[in-house]
């Protein structure tokens, strides 16, 4: 008896010992040492002294920097707000000056800065540090993208500490019954974190309507998959909603370092991940008059369609597998589903 209980722990300390490693991984994967790849930056100009230049800084920073040249300021500034470029250097004799877009990333701006600071200061001259966003009146260090980002963790919790809740409390419930609790609960998370970002600390202070659908759409897509995985995988559905929301979802979401100074692994993960979508999306509507929007609320319309997708298909299974139970194995047993709600508490 007390060697299947000591097994039965150990079993049940698998999850928390696996959430450790994954989140170790993940997090010192994603952000131990920030260097910029295939940074995008310009130099504008079209004399031979901009082409060597440009040249001679793409020879010296191989895969770390992307250098183009544009014919005028104008045409930096336009590429800077579409998000096409990290930064661009305007070179003058006396009063270089570097255009950059805080808002899309200030450690991404600081890094690109640090590349031009090197040639004005082999100049001998200072550099003009231009940011050509607008940030909100509650935001004036324009870092409302790690507010956006710290409000992409609160959705997340809410999301996936409510599929746990409706998992092993609504076990007996239909599944659509319980696809109704989490459209409802998508949208108090939603209104949640609409009320935090706007009324109570003024960063959102236009599109948020906007804003909100992209918050309700984010948190109805982790909870229809949270909530169709929860029929295939049980008390392990925590652990991977962690690593999909967590583990691989924040650090690739953008808000704290841009795919320009991360690996290619998660600057890949950045191009389509729901988390990316929401950071993105909000960013390019409150900073960048909608540019690159569209991309990303698709992004977000998939995870929800696959959330969708994924509750039907676990609506069939589980009607075949109570036409072909037996009669008393219908219901739900009660130890295994206190057993599921004391696991998926670790993850919440």
Known sequence: MASHQIRHVATHLLTPLLMCLGMGLAYLGAFHQPEPNHLAIAVVGGSPQTMVLAQTLKDEGGK?????????????????????????????????????????????????ELVFQRVTDQQGVALKVTDVTS?????????????????????SIGSYGSVAAIGAAGAGLSMAIRALFGLVTSFLVSLIGLVVAGPVFHVVDHDAGAVWALSWLYSAGV???????????????????????VMLNFTSSGGVYSPWLQNDFFGALHGFWNG????????????????GFGGRITSLLLWFAAGLALMLAAARYEKRRAATAPEHAVEPDKHQTAEEEMEESVGV
């Open 64 to 112: 770390a920097l992307d250098v183009i040249t544009v014919p005028t300021r104008d045409d930096a500034v336009a590429q800077l707000r579409n998000r096409d470029l990290a930064g661009a250097f305007v070179p003058d004799a006396q009063h270089p000056e570097l255009l950059v877009a805080k808002a899309g990333s200030d450690t991404t701006a600081m890094a690109t």
């Open 135 to 155: 940030p909100a009146p509650g935001d004036p260090t324009a870092q409302g993208i790690f507010f956006l980002f710290f409000l992409l963790v609160a959705l």
């Open 223 to 245: 909870l229809a998959i949270g909530i169709g995985l929860h029929t295939f995988l049980q008390r392990w559905t925590t652990l991977v909603m962690m690593v999909l929301f």
């Open 276 to 291: 990316a979508g929401f950071v993105e999306g909000a960013r390019s509507l409150m900073y960048f008059d909608g540019a």
